[in-house]
């Protein structure tokens, strides 16, 4: 496996860096935009590995054809996984070519190029109908609250804020810590947050009785800290000790440790993604229609949310056990 072949940008709070050239096209291309600073920093990191790439093989990324675009593609399949050690899996390396192709397209715009070299360019293929997330019981999303309940200490608090939020409204990561202070409202006798999901699209969603609970807490014991008022507080919603926004590789540590205390067997494959996998099974299993799902997870295409059912509940309504039910009643 290539570590070498894409370079490994470092995490960091501060926007990716950009090399020289082209970096312009991007800040234009990502204003132009409406999307969370996540998936902004995301897209950013996406076409600094492309161009990277292309400065270590004298590339010049304006002349790229279909062909090169292959060959990167091959290297991205081939590197390791920063967090996982792994290979990167399709659905990211599809993913990075996608962003790659909205630049692209962007330049084609601009008359920067003549044509999108991605268009031609070979995708990994990705089963559609199958989500590679390690989903969770409702039991085991019970015990991973209660292990956040279970807690002291000065991000207790604050930690069971954000395993609410996951848990009660199925909120991806990007989501979650996107959020402001100012994001928190009331709609009609609602509690409610509103935030920018995937693809820029401004959403609300209610705040249940007890995240908006949980919220209160952490918000009441925050201002206290700070001798100010609730309504005097300002900034993200999520913060660590020194203030700072919450980034999404402690959410990612916080999952995994409050699910290795409540004892799940599979606490280290877990991710954020699993209490949102678990929103959207739970709420099938419970009758939710597959609309109001779709609407609630932001989902643009129902097969997405689909995936997610078919996950829970494919062998469990399997007609071979009709089959079998049905053979045995005849043979009494």
Known sequence: ????DVPVLPRTS????LPGGPANFTEAWLRNRRL??????????????WLSWCAGRGLDPLRANFLDVNAYGRALESTLG???GRPLTPATVARRLSALSSWYDFLVKLRAV????VSG???PRIDRDHSATIGLTPEEVDALLAAAE???GPTAARNRAAIALLADLGLRVGELVSLNLDDLGAERGHRSVRFVGKG??????????????AVDAYLAGRAAAQRVTVPELTGPLLVTATGARLDRHSVFRLVRRLARAAGIPAWAKLSPHSLRHAFATTARAEGVPLEDVQDAMGHADPRTTRRYDRDRHNLDRDPAYVIWAARARRRG
Do not use: C, F, Q, W
């Not at 501060?14 to 860096?17: D, F, K």
């Open 121 to 123: 360019a070979d995708r």
């Open 82 to 84: 920063v967090r996982s």
């Open 200 to 213: 820029g699209k401004v959403r609300r969603r209610a705040l249940t009785p007890g995240t908006a609970y």
């Open 36 to 49: 969370s600073e996540h998936t902004r920093d995301a897209y950013r990191r996406d076409i600094a590995g």
């Open 14 to 17: 501060a926007r990716p860096a």
């Open 150 to 152: 279970a807690e002291a």
């Open 1 to 4: 496996m290539l570590r070498s």
């Open 114 to 117: 003549d044509a999108n070299p």
